[in-house]
């Protein structure tokens, strides 16, 4: 946590990348802990770093130069009238002093933002913004795109601004701009799109955990490939967590693009034999662009299986019950591909609950029955419902899913005024727009997940055509 303060660490930083390479960097790990934060408080917060750098990282500098600089530094970021990102947790490291305050202003860090925001704007008004003021450019550039894709491992975010900067400056000099800017976009295709996967995936394993993301990753492909067996897809999940938890912390420069091309390439030998859209991701010679594709795919259809067998109470509360658990909820993934992540998310915590519960219970027998029939009263019809109201989603355009929720609710509440009516619909189609689609944010879909979700949902997603 004090890294940030180690002066040693700081100026070996300074000095290898340079001021304009050391400023890029300190906006870039700025943007990223402070995703709620404004230009203008990221600009205050680097000109400070940058000017403690530039003073006490040269040759000849006193030796108490930096402690005596980022204790000022901390000073002000605790006075009334700080410039710097605003946290609720600051007031709490002001009351302490000397290291354990500068410790605990290095700590805080925003949640980050689930849904980016970064619009690419057009070539135009790209090209406009540079020539007006280049260096303010790259500093409002810098700080967007990194607040926006704050969980991008930091190599990634570097490389990925790095690339655009270079293309903006290069295109809009030239003499043919669109062809020059069409000729950089594909070039820096497989960056933007590592940047826009490692972005979810480690926001997922960050909100996750390691065993829960393993576990995402294995309901998402047994909807992709419903006909595929638990013993074929386990492995593959496994091995993509593997990746993240390696490196989405990792400063090494091609951890991402390096684990991530080995996953797709042991993926596509294990998987492509086994389906026909797999097979098609797996053609391409770039394997980047091959897992995003992938990731990309839509549920397949459900296939008529036979009901999912239920653990036993051994399976349950034996050694092995989280692969059992886990493999149940597999097969219901697989019975139900339309159902999103974020409510699979739910059941797999409640499987952990029961699990937790009833396995320490003076009965677990009774215990275990109990919920299971709860469960078959509630789980089908939940799961229904969910699948209905996202497969609707993924048919129809998004005004024909309003229309058709509109036309439900108005079927279903009758009583309802026109205003609470276009008020549910709108509700639902943000729920259904966000949270329905396979790479949906989990911790705002999660929010969004509680026992009344259930409720409305069927209220609003009427009879099947």
């Known amino acids: 946590q004090g890294r940030a303060y180690v002066r040693d660490k700081v100026c070996l930083e300074f000095q290898t990348l340079g001021k304009e390479g050391f400023r890029t960097l300190t906006f870039i790990m700025n943007s ?23 003073s ?21 970021s605790c006075s009334g009238n700080s410039p710097f990102p605003a946290h ?23 949640p980050p933002q689930e849904l980016p925001h970064y619009v690419q704007p057009s070539n135009e008004e790209l090209c406009e913004a540079f020539k007006k003021d280049p260096k303010d450019f790259a500093d409002r550039f810098l700080h967007e795109y990194a607040s926006s894709y704050s969980q991008a491992p930091l190599p990634v975010l570097l490389g990925s601004t790095r690339s655009f900067l270079s293309m903006v400056s290069t295109c809009c000099i030239s003499s043919k701009p669109t062809a020059c800017f069409l000729k950089e976009k594909l070039e820096r295709k497989t960056l933007s799109l590592l940047t826009l996967m490692s972005n979810r995936a480690c926001s997922r394993y960050a909100a996750y955990g390691k065993d829960k993301f393993t576990f995402s990753h294995l309901t998402s492909l047994a ?18 967590a593997e990746v993240f938890a390696q490196c989405c912390d990792s400063v090494a420069e091609d951890c991402v693009q390096k684990k991530l091309s080995e996953h797709t390439a042991a993926a596509c030998a294990a998987l492509s034999a086994r389906d026909q859209r797999i097979a098609g991701c797996c053609e391409g010679k770039n394997l980047v662009q091959n897992y995003f594709c992938i990731s990309a795919l839509p549920p397949a259809p459900a296939p008529r299986l036979p009901e999912a067998r239920e653990p036993t109470d051994a399976q349950l509360c034996g050694g092995d019950a989280p692969r059992h658990a886990k493999r149940f909820l597999f097969e219901l ?9 974020s409510f699979f998310s739910k059941l797999y915590d409640t499987s952990q609950h029961v699990r937790a519960e009833c396995c320490s219970a003076k009965d677990p027998p009774a215990c275990l029955e109990s919920k299971r029939q709860k469960m078959r009263e509630e789980l089908p019809r939940f799961l229904d419902q969910v699948s209905q109201l996202c497969g609707q989603y993924t048919k129809l355009t998004f005004l024909d899913f309003k229309k058709r929720l509109r036309e439900s609710l108005v079927q279903t509440m009758p009583e309802a005024s026109p205003e609470l009516l276009e008020q549910l619909v709108e509700q639902r189609a943000d729920f259904a727009s966000s949270c329905c689609s396979p790479n949906s944010p989990p911790l705002y879909c999660a929010s969004k997940v509680t026992p009344r979700t259930t409720t409305t949902l069927h209220r609003a997603s009427g009879k099947p055509a």
Request: charged share 25%; with cysteine; net charge negative.
């Open 56 to 76: 006490c990282c040269v040759e000849g500098a006193d030796p108490s130069c930096y402690d005596a600089g980022s204790s000022a530094l901390s000073d002000k």
């Open 223 to 240: 909807q992709k490939m419903p006909s595929a067996s638990f013993e074929d897809l386990f492995p593959v999940a496994e091995d993509a």
């Open 32 to 54: 990223k802990k402070f995703s709620n934060a404004t230009f203008e408080e990221i600009s205050h917060l680097v000109h400070e770093i940058v000017s403690l750098a530039e």
């Open 333 to 341: 993934a697989r019975r139900h591909t339309n159902v999103p992540d």
């Open 88 to 110: 609720p947790g600051i007031a709490g490291c002001c009351t302490q002093e000397g290291l354990e305050r500068k410790l605990c202003l290095a700590a805080l860090q925003h």
